[in-house]
């Protein structure tokens, strides 16, 4: 990456600008921005590669644009774009290049790029031989199920989208996915399975995973139980970057599809770990998927840092958290086929931001990323909602809707789209003491009735929110969607100077598991760890 001004960002002057700018605005109201500037959606709002992106919503005006965009240019933010699609070993703790980018790119001059075509060329074949029925299981018999097994990106990314495709699910082919090490989860979905027709992907970029080894091993019993070890190679292939352990593990080498040091695990629905998406939809889905993402490449890569969606998406971010303190960050897809979108940027965000560190080690001083959560509208209206119109944290919210639902019944979507605009139109609005206690006086009440109500019933308002606006979740929107996300996640980081391609964090648990394994799986009391483990062990073995 570029060398930045050694200065931390929290001391260039933008920064101090926007810290004397926060103290005005944030005195301000949303809602009045649109009273006193009537062209404020056009101002805040654009289009580009299959998004709808308005932001007028947010406690920002053009000052506050500028200096978040000034905000950007400070930290060199298009060299480090520059740098990340040209391959350099911007993953600076791992050495290594960081190219999702190539994935999606319709190229073939690089190595990078002709080593994606031909395993895009390699999953097209295996796609069609297994969607036609010509790839057949142990006992000649089609297959109908493919079981997904891997945890965290081999996981959430293709769970998400298969999900998120489902008008598109190929007719002959069901996906499941297994990720959790807990035996429950492999259990009751192989529970309606027959392992003759039944299809395992074991997908792992390290395939040292535990969860993923344990539940491929148990999913290899399963099917020993009925068939023989030469059936296994019809039964089982691999994605992963190590094959010598996939082949190890007994995989055949035919069957393994590759993947590469230069995609990070929660960046790599995009390569074979891809594959159920592919086998539960179509190749072509899967590849107008690849091409959503790739018009989305371009236009983070090309357009001005004013009109770039993912980096005014990372500037909004970084105005709440740091600006703000705001600590988390709401997705709320009016859509239910999104469902899974709230835990897949649960990974993308906080795997790639949750650093204390800059990229050369030195503290960070400030707010890295938020806490992501969310669920799909209008459920959520129902439950956590309330802390959001009238608790006292200030939650950004993302809204994501379709124009058109897929689902025919266009009264119903047209329901969904009014509750999503209501819900970001109220966030904004609210509800002052005056208007609630108008009301309940035209409900009939007492004025001593109505004030002692009314408190109860303010909403201060003034809550920020995007609309991000698809026009029907299609593949290759849903591609610009994720892209968007993962680009975002990345400008931040530039901002930041912080490393979005490690996850260091997560050795520690790691670690430490395989000593309470051994620990909790040999006879006797456990006296070897804090008196804490040492209970909660202890505990457990009464009953083992
Ligand atoms: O433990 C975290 C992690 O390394 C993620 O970054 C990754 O997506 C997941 O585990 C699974 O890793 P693998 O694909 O190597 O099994």
Known sequence: MPAQDSRPIQQSPPWRALEAHHKEISQQKIADFFVSDPQRFERFSLQAAELYFDYSKHLINTETLDLLLDLAEASDIQSSIAAMFSGEKINNTEQRPVLHTALRSPGNSSDAEQAVQSTLDKMQTFTEQVQNGNWTGFTGKAITDVVNIGIGGSDLGPAMVYTALSPFHASAIRCHFVSNVDPA????????????????????????????????????????????????????????????????????????????????GRYSLWSAIGLPIALGTSMETFRELLAGAHSMDEHFRHAELKEN??????????????????????????????????????????????????????????????????????????????LLHQGTHLVPADFIACARSLAGETGQHQHLLANCFAQSQSLMQGKSFDEAKQELLSQGMSKEEAAALAPHKVISGNKPSSTILLQELKPKALGSLIAAYEHKVFAQSIVLDINAFDQWGVELGKVLSLDLFKAISKSGKCGDFDASTNGLINFCKQFS
């Open 185 to 264: 989860h492999l259990q009751q979905t192989l529970a309606d399975l027959d392992p003759a027709s039944t299809l395992f992907i074991v997908a792992s970029k390290t395939f040292t995973t535990l969860e993923t080894l344990q539940n491929a091993q148990a999913a290899r019993r399963w099917v020993l139980s009925r068939a023989s070890e030469t059936d296994l190679p019809r039964h089982f292939v691999a994605v992963s970057s190590n094959i010598e352990k996939a082949a190890e593990f007994g995989i055949s080498p035919d069957n393994i599809f590759p993947m590469w040091d230069w995609v990070g």
């Open 309 to 386: 969606i993912p980096v005014l998406m990372a500037l909004l971010s970084i105005w709440y958290a740091n600006f703000f303190h705001a600590e988390t960050q709401v997705i709320l897809p009016y859509a239910q086929n999104l469902q899974l979108l709230p835990a897949f940027l649960q990974q993308l965000e906080m795997e790639s931001l949750g650093k204390s560190v800059h990229r050369d080690g030195t503290k960070l001083e400030l707010d890295s990323g938020s806490l992501v959560w969310g669920s799909a509208g209008t459920n959520g209206q129902h439950s956590f909602h309330q």
